[in-house]
Structure formats: structure tokens, C-alpha cells
């Protein structure tokens, strides 16, 4: 066993920021305040419902992750956030039409008391949106100055211990880092310039630093996956997370994946393409915007599958990823995998996915354990990019020079791993006892 690290009791009101009152962000607040009034299940959700193994196996210790780690009770949570339009999130939630109306009018007064602070927000980097619920301010500095204020107040009002932020907002146009975002007084000196290198999920990403506040990146953003952000959350130790939940198609491609390989089955070629009604897939339909979701999504085979160390069978297969805006079939997006795989003597195979999903209802359980595992990881004084939570996105942010890991299975025993560290129980690899042939190879 290891020493249990000292982490700081969940005590008192969890504030969780959501910057995007659309479909995601209105599915996390209204499931979890069903989830807390007995009304629904928090499917989906590793806090909420799941198990963690402690010891060797002939023991039988397997708590509930929620009974063995300190985390925020769902009936401390308060919300709050911004949004470029001004509905209250029962507005939003009624328009975004992932929950049944019966499920949002449940929840009806808590969800209207929510009304969106005034958003930092250009059409410069989501061209297909526009809004009436916007800041105004002489420059990126004086807008994030303006965020602060919004943080501090609504934690003063709202009696807050301890602030999460998560940003649900639409994805930006594609932005590569650049000199400005080299260290902390590069990325001010160009937010005083009103550099378009800074777009405003970086302004959010500022304010929520300067206050210590823990911030979450659901969206493939750039944000803080930049040197200034991350340095600055590791000296001052604050957790940061990103990018892009895992849902969907990405998430069975994680799922499949590391599957294929460990059997050292060949890959010729994986073309997926999806058809999405709400206003993402609106959003994503814009070049700028599709390419940079288009850049997260297909960083994940080349990871699992390892070209370079197996030439042989992924040295040339075609990844190809498409999204195409179809507003009928609104949130309840369709997924077509089609997928050319070869075998013994390189005799071909072919494997089909059509995956009708649900997108925020993937997403929203991923949302709420990011919020609770970032907070458990502020008390725990664990600063900087938060690799253990690989496991819920589809671009993991790592420290610079690694290279992250996408196998769902690696992920998930990442994370487990640094609950039982932090508890100081003793770690698992399953080596010795169990043998997962793709272990070895990492
Ligand atoms: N739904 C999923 O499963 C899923 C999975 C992975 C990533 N994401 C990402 O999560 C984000 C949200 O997805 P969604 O389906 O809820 O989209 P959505 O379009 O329903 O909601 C986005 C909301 O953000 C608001 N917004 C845009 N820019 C803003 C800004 N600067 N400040 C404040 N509010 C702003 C919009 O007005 C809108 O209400 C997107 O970037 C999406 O790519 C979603």
C-alpha cells in the first residue's frame, strides 16, 4: 500500500460554470437534477454508478467509486454559466429537444431560475451562430476581466466552496497554436492586443485560472492545450482537462480498435460518416469549425494501432471521417462505420457499425464525472492537464513530448489506478494474475 494523499473534504456548495446552454450543457443540469429528485438513472455515469476492485481479487473489496473517493454529493451541485442567447436553460432545453418534455417540465422551476450570464463571443471563430447575449469590451483583457467578475459574483451569491467550469459551447473555427500562446505573459500581451490568435474559449480559459477555478474542455478547441495555459494551471494547481467528450462514433471506434489490434488483425481502411440535425452538427458544418473536430477525430487510430511498430498491418490504412448537417433527425444523430479489416494469409474481411446514438445523452454522464473527478482532483492540490481523465475524451490532453493514450480499456484502468494512488491503495495491472495481451505493448 501507499501513503493516502491528503485531500481536502467536499464540504458545501459545488458551483459548476457551464459556458453553453445547448443540448450538452442543458442535459447535464436537467439529468442531474432529475437524477437528485429520485425522477431518473445516472446511466452512463463511472461516479454514479460505478464499481472499483481494491486489493487482489480473492478479497471481494469492491466498493462504489463514490463510497471510496471523496466526491461532491449531486445535492450540493449549484448551477450556472453563459450562453450568446438568453433563454433560460428550460428554454434551452425545450429547444435543444434531447429530454422528453416530461423530463424537463419535472425539473421546470430549477431549470428557469437558470438564466445565462452575457457571453465573451465572435462570430470571427463560429460563423454559422449569432446572438443577442453578448459582452462588450474594448478587448480579449477587458472582456476576461468581466468573466472574473462573473465568477467571483456568482460565487459570493450562490454561497460557493469550490467552483468547477466546463465549456459546452460550440466547437470554434480551427486555430493552431502559435507564438502567442507560448507563456502566460505572451497569451496577455495578445489578449490586451485583441490578437485573433485568442479566441473566446481562451478568454473563458483565462478567467477560470485566474479565480483557480478547475476547467473542463468538452469541445476539440484549442483552449488550454497550450503551453501558457498549461504551465500557468501546473505552477498554480489548478486541474485542467481536455478535449472533446468521447461519445458516439469515436467512443466505439475506442472500443473496437484496441480489439482488432490485439487480435493483429490488418486495417485497410475505416471511413465512418455521420448525419447530425441539432445545431452542432449546424455548427460543424462550417469548414473552419469541421476541421477542427475533423482533426480530433482522427487522431485516435493511428494511436491505438500503432503504424509504426506494426508496418505490416496499419502502415497504409485510410482513415477518412465525415459529418454532414441533416437537420430531420435533430440531437439523434446516425453513425456509418464501414470497416475493411484482413486476416490469415491477408484474406479481407469487412465489419459494419450503424450506430443510432443519442450524442448529449452519451455526452451529459461524461460532463457530470469530468465535474466531480475535477473537483475531487482540485482538493487532492492536483494541478495542470489531468491525464487520468484520458478516458473521456476524444483528444486527451498530455504533458508536451507524450503522446496520449486512446485505448477506452487503457484509459479506464488509468483512472482507476489514481483513485486507488490517491487512497493509497495498492495499484492493479492485472499482470500476474489476469493477462490482457495488448498491455505489454504500452
Ligand atoms: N453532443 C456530444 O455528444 C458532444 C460530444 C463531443 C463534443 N461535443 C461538443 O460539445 C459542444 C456542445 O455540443 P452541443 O451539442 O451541446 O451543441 P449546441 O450547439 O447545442 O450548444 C452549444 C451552445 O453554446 C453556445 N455558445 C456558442 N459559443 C458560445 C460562447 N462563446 N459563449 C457562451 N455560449 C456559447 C451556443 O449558443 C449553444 O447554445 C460542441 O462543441 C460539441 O462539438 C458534443
Redesign the pocket.
Known amino acids: 500500500m501507499t501513503e493516502k494523499r491528503h485531500i481536502a473534504p467536499a464540504r458545501g456548495r459545488l458551483g459548476v460554470l457551464v459556458?453553453?446552454?445547448?443540448?450538452?450543457?442543458t442535459t447535464l443540469m436537467a439529468g442531474t437534477m432529475l437524477v437528485r429528485r429520485g425522477l431518473g438513472r445516472p446511466i452512463g455515469s463511472l461516479t454514479q454508478m460505478g464499481t472499483i476492485r481494491l486489493g487482489k481479487r480473492t478479497e471481494g473489496r469492491v466498493p462504489a467509486i463514490k463510497d471510496f473517493v471523496p466526491l461532491a454529493d449531486l445535492g450540493d451541485v449549484v448551477f450556472g454559466g453563459?450562453?450568446?442567447?438568453p433563454d433560460s436553460a428550460y428554454e434551452?432545453a425545450l429547444k435543444?429537444s434531447v429530454l422528453r418534455r416530461e423530463h424537463v417540465d419535472a425539473v421546470r422551476e430549477e431549470l428557469e431560475a437558470l438564466r445565462?450570464m452575457p457571453?465573451?463571443?465572435s462570430r470571427e471563430?463560429?460563423r454559422r451562430?449569432d446572438?443577442p447575449n453578448v459582452k462588450k469590451g474594448a478587448s480579449w483583457w477587458d472582456l476576461g476581466q468581466q468573466l472574473v467578475e462573473d465568477i467571483e459574483r456568482f460565487r459570493r451569491d450562490n454561497h460557493c466552496d469550490r467552483l468547477v467550469l466546463i465549456?459546452?459551447?460550440?466547437?470554434e473555427t480551427f486555430l493552431a497554436e502559435g507564438p502567442q500562446h507560448q507563456d502566460l505573459a505572451a497569451l496577455e500581451a495578445a489578449m490586451k492586443a485583441n490578437d485573433p490568435a485568442v479566441p473566446?474559449?481562451m478568454v473563458?480559459a483565462w478567467a477560470a485560472l485566474k479565480t483557480r477555478t478547475p476547467f473542463i474542455n468538452?469541445?476539440?478547441?484549442l483552449t488550454v492545450d497550450v503551453p501558457a495555459v498549461m504551465d500557468w494551471a501546473a505552477a498554480e494547481k489548478v486541474p485542467i482537462a481536455g478535449k472533446?467528450?468521447?461519445?458516439?462514433q469515436t467512443l466505439m471506434k475506442t472500443i473496437l480498435a484496441p480489439g482488432l489490434k490485439a487480435r493483429l488483425l490488418g486495417l485497410l481502411g475505416w471511413y465512418s460518416t455521420n448525419i447530425l440535425g441539432?445545431?452542432?452538427g449546424?455548427?460543424?458544418d462550417d469548414p473552419g469549425s469541421f476541421k477542427t473536430?475533423e482533426e480530433s477525430k482522427l487522431s485516435v487510430l493511428a494511436t491505438i494501432l500503432q503504424p509504426d511498430r506494426y508496418p505490416d498491418l496499419y502502415g497504409s490504412f485510410h482513415h477518412v471521417v465525415r459529418i454532414n448537417y441533416y437537420p430531420p433527425r435533430g440531437?439523434n444523430k446516425e453513425g456509418w462505420d464501414n470497416i475493411d479489416i484482413f486476416g490469415w494469409l491477408d484474406y479481407p474481411m469487412q465489419i459494419k457499425i450503424d450506430f443510432l446514438c443519442r450524442?448529449?445523452i452519451?455526452?451529459a454522464p461524461v460532463a457530470l464525472d469530468l465535474v466531480l473527478f475535477m473537483d475531487l482532483a482540485q482538493r487532492a492540490r492536483m494541478g495542470g492537464v489531468q491525464e487520468w481523465l484520458s478516458f473521456y475524451f476524444?483528444s486527451p490532453m498530455v504533458a508536451r513530448g507524450l503522446y496520449p493514450e486512446h485505448d477506452l480499456f487503457i484509459q479506464l484502468t488509468k483512472l482507476k489506478n489514481t483513485l486507488r494512488y490517491l487512497m493509497g491503495e495498492d495499484l492493479i495491472t492485472h499482470l500476474g494474475t489476469e493477462y490482457y495481451g495488448y498491455f505489454d505493448e504500452k
Open positions: 459556458v453553453g446552454y445547448g443540448a450538452v450543457g453563459w450562453d450568446i442567447f434551452a435543444a445565462p457571453a465573451v463571443f471563430y463560429v451562430l446572438g465549456w459546452c459551447a460550440s466547437t473566446p474559449s473563458y468538452g469541445a476539440p478547441n472533446d467528450f468521447k461519445t458516439g441539432n445545431r452542432d449546424e455548427v460543424l473536430k440531437d450524442d448529449s452519451l455526452a476524444k
